[in-house]
């Protein structure tokens, strides 16, 4: 975020637009900076893996200049011997810092923080789009293609069991030639994670995933969604009072991240835990919110709301 107050006039906007109140709790989806995988002794503790992921994670350039905050999880599918496999992402310290204080000032508690790679599966999970990938026991993959190249998430039902990430200059094609050099190096990539299925997002509007599904010379089912200006469906059905132009930009990231305490996968990263985000959430729980019953308007807080609950129950 190169200007921290349009930010906050965006939001300030946002909220206003969707008559919601801005003193409320957050969770926000930021775009993946850094995924991967190491394989570590299973007698590390938490705050020795945390030490040696952070130490690999400081390799990377993203973070030669900015501090990171490193999360990780534990794959219950890979464990060798005296090791196990964590995955592990990583975001900017200062950009989390800048954004959560841009929220306070206006009101809002940022309480939780999403990549969009984990949002994308979460969504594809809630909506059903990939019920029959996964399943247990299935294999398959996701490839997502975005304006910088494209990624592959290995799969097992919901298990992640490898990623990948490929760099293109999308923009640098004409036509359809970004079809033919993203089927020719994928083409290498899939051969590494034999699957029974292949799962296409594009979130660019330079690539149709339904083109780039018919070009795929994979021995699999092949399957897609367009997340982009070639959308021919909704992820999700959407109430009748919001237009259909609106209904349009909802993303899978978007979803993804409204259900991110509703939907469960075995790879999820906390970006907030060991910075006090719990405590945060404890905080604002008896923040008073407003209610609207008929032609009555006023404000209780949750727990005066239980309170009053438990009385009228016990004069039923």
């Excluded at 011997?81 to 929220?103: C, H, M, P, T």
């Excluded at 290498?188 to 780039?212: C, H, K, Q, R």
């Excluded at 089912?221 to 349009?248: H, M, R």
């Amino acid at each position: 975020i190169a200007d921290i107050e349009a930010f906050k006039t965006a939001v300030a906007e946002l909220f206003a637009e969707l008559h919601l109140n801005i003193k409320s709790n957050v969770v926000l989806n930021l775009p993946l900076v850094l995924l991967g995988s190491m394989d570590l002794s299973v007698l590390l503790g938490d705050d020795a893996v945390t030490e040696a992921l952070t130490s690999e994670v400081e390799q990377s350039y993203i973070f030669k200049r900015h501090e990171p905050i490193v999360s990780w999880a534990d794959s219950n599918n890979s464990r060798s011997g005296d090791l196990r496999k964590l995955f592990y992402s990583a975001i900017q310290e200062d950009l989390v810092d800048n954004i959560k204080e841009a929220l306070t000032e206006l009101g809002a508690t940022l309480t939780g923080i999403e990549v969009s790679t984990m949002s994308t599966l979460k969504a594809l999970d809630f909506s059903g789009l990939t019920t029959e990938q996964m399943k247990d026991g299935v294999s398959w993959n996701l490839m997502m293609i975005s304006q910088n190249g494209y990624s592959i998430c290995s799969m097992v039902g919901k298990n992640l069991i490898d990623y990948y990430e490929e760099p293109l200059a999308i923009k640098s094609f004409e036509g359809n030639e970004i079809y033919n050099a993203i089927s020719a190096s994928a083409q290498i990539t899939l051969m590494s994670y034999p699957a029974n299925y292949l799962y296409i997002v594009s979130e660019t509007d330079l690539v149709s995933a339904e083109l780039l599904a018919g070009r795929m010379p994979v021995d699999c089912i092949v399957n897609f969604y367009d997340d982009n200006s070639f959308k021919k469906q909704e992820a999700i059905p959407t109430s009748l009072e919001v237009l259909e132009e609106v209904a349009g930009k909802i993303s899978l990231e978007a979803i993804g991240v409204a259900v991110s305490n509703v939907v469960k996968h075995p790879v999820a990263f906390n970006f907030m835990g060991a910075r006090g985000g719990s405590e945060v959430a404890q905080d604002n729980q008896n923040e008073p919110v407003h209610v609207v019953l008929g032609t009555k308007e006023f404000d209780i807080s949750p727990n005066n709301a239980r309170n009053l609950a438990l009385l009228i129950a016990v004069i039923i």
